[in-house]
Each structure stands twice: as C-alpha cells, then as structure tokens.
C-alpha cells in the first residue's frame, strides 16, 4: 500500500472482512456496505428522522452512563457528538438511501458510526479505534434496530407536527376566519351539484373551512398522543435483553426533556415494536385533513375561476405570470401546488397502510418506508398549508358586485317561493325565467302570484343567506 493511499484510507473490519474506508469519512464499514447495497432513490434520511435518532442516541448514552453501564466520559462524548450534528455538523455523513435494509438497520448503523467516530475525536483520538469506542458495542449499548427505530419513527413524527403542521394549521385557521369577519356581509349564489342553490354569504364559506380545519387539527392531535408512547428498551425483541433495569424509564424520561413533550414508557414493549398502529393513525389523520384541504383548494381555484369566462367571485392573489405563451395570464398556483401535495400524503398513506401490515412475528422490516412516509407526508403538509395560508389566503379579495349578482340571478331563488306559491307554481316560474330571461320577481308579478311588498320579504337575500342562531 502506498505512502498516498494510506493517507486517504483507513481499514475496518466487521464479520464479513475488510474494507477501506475514506480517512475523512466519519461513517464507517456497515455504512458503507450500505451505500454500495442500495443505490435505489437517491433520497437520504430526512432531517427530523436523523435529529429524532440522535436525540435517542444521546439519551440513551447519557442513561447507560448515568446507570455505570458505559463510562461516564464515553458517555458524555457520544452525547457531545450528538449535539454537534444537531446542530448542523456532519450532516453529509448521513448517506444510506431511504429503500435499505429491513427495519432500518442500515441507517441505523450509520448513526452508530458517525457518533463514534466523532466522539473518538473529541477524546482525542483516531477515527476508526473502536477498541475504545465501539459504535455496536458503546453507541449502542442495550439497543437493538428494532427499539431505536420504531421510537425514532415516533420522535420524528411529534417533531414534525409540533415544528411544520401544527404553526401551519394554527395560521390557516386564523386566515380563514379573519375573511369570515371581512366577507360575512357579502351575499353571492350557493352552488349544489355544481348548478345554482340558495344565496349564502361569502364569509360563512371561509367560517366553515376555518371549521373544518380546526376540527382536522384535533383529530391528529388525537392520533399524535399515541406516537408519545415509547418502546425504547425492547433491544431485539420485546424482551430488554442487555439493558439495565432501570434503563428504559430513564431513557424516556430524557427524551422528555429534550423534546418538551411529556413522554411514556409502554406497558407492552413487544407490542410496540411489532404494531406500525400508532403510525397508521397519525397517516390516516393526514389523509383525512388532506381530503378537505383538496376540497379548499379546488374550491378556490372554482371561485376565483376566469377572469372573463369563470365565476371570478374572489381574486386570489397573482403570485408569478401564469404562462409562457399568454401574457398577463395569472393561475391559482398556490392551490395547486397544495392539491399535489394533498395527492402525495394520500399515497404515502396507502403505503404505510400496506408497510404496516408486512411484518412478520416480532419485528416488522418495513419501518424505513413508514419512516419516510409519515415525516414527510406530516411536514410537506405542513409547509403547503403555511405556504399556502401566507401567498393565498391572508391576501384573498372578492368582487362584492359579481356574488350579488349571481345571487340575485339565481334561479334557486324561487326555493324561498315554495311556502308560499307552492313547489308547482315555483317550478313553472323558475322554468319560464330560464326560457325567457325574465327575473323571477317580474313573473311573479305579472301572473299575479304575491305582491310586490311579499316578493320584498320573502326575497331578502340577507335574510335568506343568514345562518341559523
């Protein structure tokens, strides 16, 4: 071997031979063998996965230190080096595809690696001498793939929610209702079946959605308490084989504080590393508030269809040119990109529905695809409701004269006219108006059905468009 080579190189052993290694490489042999196994997608660890497994790792060290089960500075140094990364280092390191091993043993020890070697470094001493640090045997004392990861799925997800979903509902919400308050005088046409229906007031569409919303952010606000239950202390099987005794509680205890989120030990532990439940209860939360928000977005781009040939009842806000060939086009792009993004949650939640149930008697090899899928899905969400709460809907305008009139044409009118003409005499004259072009109020007169001074009150389009107190 060359004076050059050995420069660039260090050697690592694992159970099956040697390898060179990078010498500026803080991963090592395993991840390695994993980068050469799965060239799949491309896609690396998401950020709040890699943050959620090192916030395990650095309680898990500081427990086994706490508990005289690793040495206190061996401790201390893994926990150092997780704060590192934490904190934007060696984020690079971090290089395994999404698509790997079972379980996620790969990325799994990919962290191991990283953090040994680092914390080797700040002992002083040389990457890859794991006789002092070694990334199975001290980084992963009393773990197993099958504890860390299902607890890091749950960990990455309440990030998740608590930094991109939750800020991002919390300002929709309030956007919505605050152009219930501005529209709430504004009367234009319901629309059933896409065809016309009773008036209703501007403001209570956005009052509902704002609704709507508030009522999905409860829900997965349900479904996140299940994620705060943690199987952390199951080693390889359910059975806490290596682990001291009081070693799980005090490793949830940890990461209570170092998320801000009160946490729980299972009662079960070979429960929660065999059932993805918790997970497909958070997906299927996303799914469901990623229905409504499709409705809200295809709503929008309805409502502000045109400007000359659509409904063009509000103005969205024009947030870049709409089109290479037309100018002066504007599109509602803002809606659209939300309803792709509502699309992708959905199949990510057919997925993990699918990845859940590909387990097999004590540990489910699937959890790197529910991993992936239920941080993005909770975090691509989030961002397109913020983003689309910030360039859309804090700025929406409506054209007052253009609902009215709607309103006022709307051949569902004559509904209001039933109690009063009857449904026969209401359909003939909704028929006529069609054909003729006459308003409903004029054949009404002429045919002498009501007086001027009933058609007055029974037509009142503020009264008609007011909800029930």
């Not at 990861?149 to 956007?175: D, K, M, W, Y």
């Not at 958070?282 to 000359?308: E, W």
């Not at 909704?430 to 007086?451: D, F």
Request: aromatic letters at 4%; glycine letters at 8%.
């Amino acid at each position: 071997m060359s004076e050059q080579s050995e420069l660039d190189y260090r050697i690592e052993r694992d159970s099956m031979g040697e390898r060179q290694i990078p010498a500026a490489a803080y991963y090592g042999i395993q991840t390695l063998r994993a980068t050469e196994n799965f060239p799949i997608s491309g896609l690396k660890p998401l950020p709040t996965y890699l943050d959620a497994c090192l916030l395990i790792k650095k309680a898990t060290a500081l427990a086994n230190g706490e508990l005289g089960c690793i040495p206190p500075e061996l401790s201390q140094a893994i926990a150092d080096a997780a704060d590192e990364i934490l904190n934007g280092a060696l984020r690079d390191q971090f290089v395994v595809d999404v698509y790997q091993a079972g379980a996620g043993t790969s990325h799994h020890m990919n962290v191991n690696e990283v953090l040994a070697n680092r914390a080797l470094e700040l002992l002083g001493d040389a990457k890859g001498n794991y006789q002092r640090i070694s990334p199975n045997d001290t980084v992963n004392y009393g773990q197993s793939t099958n504890d860390v990861i299902p607890t890091a799925i749950r960990i990455g997800g309440l990030l998740a929610l608590q930094h991109s979903l939750s800020p991002a509902l919390n300002e929709a919400i309030a956007a919505l209702e605050a152009k219930a308050v501005e529209f709430q005088d504004i009367v234009k046409s319901g629309r059933t079946h896409l065809q016309d229906a009773v008036p209703i007031r501007l403001g209570e569409s956005f009052r509902a959605w704002a609704y709507i919303l508030t009522e999905h952010r409860t829900r997965i606000e349900t479904a996140g308490k299940e994620l705060t239950v943690l199987g952390i202390g199951g080693s390889a099987a359910g059975t806490g084989l290596n682990t001291h005794p009081k070693y799980r509680d005090r490793v949830v205890k940890i990461l209570s504080e170092l998320i801000n989120i009160p946490l729980t030990p299972t009662p079960h532990l070979m429960a929660a590393m065999q059932s993805m439940a918790p997970f497909v209860s958070v997906s299927g939360a996303l799914r469901n508030l990623a229905t409504d928000c499709l409705k809200i977005s295809h709503d929008l781009r309805l409502m502000d269809s045109g400007p000359k040939t659509g409904l063009k009842e509000i103005q969205l806000p024009p947030v870049q040119p709409g089109s290479s060939i037309m100018p002066g086009k504007y599109n509602p792009v803002m809606a659209e990109m939300t309803s792709m993004v509502c699309f992708q949650v959905m199949g990510y939640d057919s997925a993990i529905a699918l990845a859940a149930q590909g387990g097999q008697l004590e540990l489910n090899v699937m959890m790197p695809l529910i991993a992936y899928n239920l941080i993005h899905s909770i975090e691509i969400l989030g961002h397109a409701i913020g983003a689309l709460s910030q360039f859309c809907l804090q700025g929406i305008t409506c054209d007052r004269t253009r609902c009215e009139h709607y309103a006022e044409g709307s051949l569902a009118l004559v509904t209001a006219l039933n109690p009063h003409i009857g449904y026969l005499n209401a359909a003939s004259v909704a028929k006529e108006s069609l054909e003729t072009g006459k308003s409903l109020r004029q054949i009404v007169l002429e045919r002498g059905l009501m007086t001027s001074e009933q058609l007055a009150e029974v037509l009142d389009l503020q009264k008609m468009s007011a909800l029930p107190h």
